[in-house]
């Protein structure tokens, strides 16, 4: 356990750093992925179903080889994997940023999603260099990184699009950043997960000893699959959990279609009923929406949680969601940003309080060895969430977006709002809104 014990004393914030790029790298592309599909594609292009291809080609991918990386990092130790995902991520990112076809985006987007499945390996990390009761604290690292990464990537990623255009300096005028107006972001993203390499090379021990290892001779990608699928079915058979499953299911197939949709309907000009956003303006938004959610996980969900409980806010969660979700295309261009940031706020507010809420009574309704399978197959269903949620996003807002009456882009947005209340319903009918709540009763829960 030497090994295991020298890399607990330095690693915690190279790994936490790690997390960081990889989130910055998620969300940095987020401002200007619509942008993008408009700028490589024709005039008559489907640009809701190629920005829906895009996300969802990156969702699969991490599906795919999440469990793949992780088996993988079970045989050869955590440094190696997380590391090829630090390098791939700085090729990849480039050849994102110099696509001429969207076929190439696509590409790339499907490459990014096979390295940046490496979550649960960094999650893996470190529980292998924690005791039994630091692993929750030190799990939460990893949440400031995702809250962190996803304001700091979103803004970056705005302010750093187009350079060619800015006012300020024409030292990116007939260049390169000409013709391919989000290089540059892409290539800020490269430079911080190759950093984050170097950082890994100099200050990153193995965490999992070789006698801690998998002896398993073959490393069988169909049999991970097979096996989770496997899992899946087993625990959405589990009274108590199968209702949080479904119920959290529900919340990101709404959540990611918005993913799809939000900056279609804030980029389209006010004559057709958007609000003329910038990238720019765009990763303010998205900024503001990764700082409340900061702000709601890192400081509000545990005096919360302690008054309401968990079963409650998530609850509250999936009704703010709703109502924030249903309302974005309602913001008018007269009240614009006042609008957009207080429906920001909600959806915001929503996710914060749903998403730990959900993950602590899917722990807390789990034996003690069943865990981490517990954990795994909640984020393989997110992922599949993610991957149904882009899709019918792109597919509903092509078809409604240019039509007149009942079905219109608000469609998309009634849609985001329906499955939060979906949601709502399977968890408070389904069985786990009067499950035991540790958080109030001050006890742990007994299986």
């Avoid at 960081?20 to 024709?42: E, R």
């Avoid at 990116?172 to 013709?179: K, N, V």
């Amino acid at each position: 356990m030497t090994e295991a014990k020298v890399a607990g004393q330095g690693s915690l914030l190279i790994i936490t750093i790690v997390v960081l790029v990889d989130m910055i790298g998620f969300g940095i592309i987020i401002p200007f992925l619509t942008f993008m599909v408009a700028h490589l594609s024709g005039p008559d292009a489907e640009i809701g179903f190629w920005v829906a291809t895009l996300m969802s080609g990156y969702a699969a991918a991490v599906f795919l080889f999440s469990s793949f990386w992780g088996s993988l990092s079970d045989k050869y130790g955590r440094r190696p994997i997380l590391m090829i995902g630090l390098l791939g991520n700085t090729g990849t990112f480039i050849l994102f940023g110099l696509s001429t076809t969207l076929w190439m985006a696509f590409v790339a987007r499907v490459l990014s999603g096979i390295f940046n499945a490496n979550i649960p390996v960094a999650r893996a990390y470190i529980s292998d260099v924690s005791k039994p009761h630091e692993v929750a604290k030190r799990q939460g690292l990893l949440g400031v990184a995702f809250g962190v990464g996803f304001t700091i990537g979103p803004a970056l990623g705005g302010w750093l699009s187009r350079p060619a255009d800015w006012n300020w300096t024409s030292i990116f005028q007939d260049t390169i950043f000409d013709s391919n107006p989000y290089l540059l972001p892409c290539i800020a993203s490269s430079l911080l997960s190759g950093v984050a390499f170097l950082l890994s090379i100099w200050w990153l021990p193995e965490s999992l000893p070789a006698e801690s290892r998998s002896k398993t001779k073959n490393t069988n990608p169909l049999g991970e699959l097979k096996r989770k699928f496997k899992d899946i079915f087993a625990l959405l058979s589990r009274p108590i959990l199968s209702p949080l499953m479904w119920s959290a299911m529900a919340f990101w197939v709404g959540y990611t279609i918005m993913h799809v949709s939000f900056i279609l309907f804030t980029m389209m000009s006010p004559q057709q009923g958007g609000l003329g956003f910038s990238e720019s303006d765009n990763g303010l938004v998205f900024g503001f929406i990764g700082l409340s959610g900061l702000l709601v996980q890192g400081v509000l969900i545990g005096p919360l949680t302690t008054r309401f409980g968990s079963s409650r806010l998530m609850a509250f969660g999936l009704v703010s969601a709703a109502i924030g979700l249903t309302l974005t295309p309602y913001v008018d261009i007269s009240f614009a940003w006042f609008g957009i940031l207080l429906v920001s706020f909600m959806i915001a507010l929503g996710n914060g309080l749903f998403t730990p809420s959900n993950l602590a009574m899917l722990s807390n309704h789990s034996g003690f060895s069943e865990k981490g399978l517990v954990m795994g197959v909640a984020e393989s269903l997110r992922s599949l969430s993610t991957l149904v949620g882009v899709l019918i996003g792109g597919l509903i807002w092509d078809l409604t977006n240019t039509e007149q009456g009942f079905f219109t882009y608000h469609t998309v947005f009634w849609l985001c709002g329906i499955f939060s209340i979906i949601g709502l319903f399977i968890h408070v009918f389904g069985g786990a809104w009067n499950a035991d709540d540790p958080a109030l009763e001050g006890v742990g829960i007994d299986e």
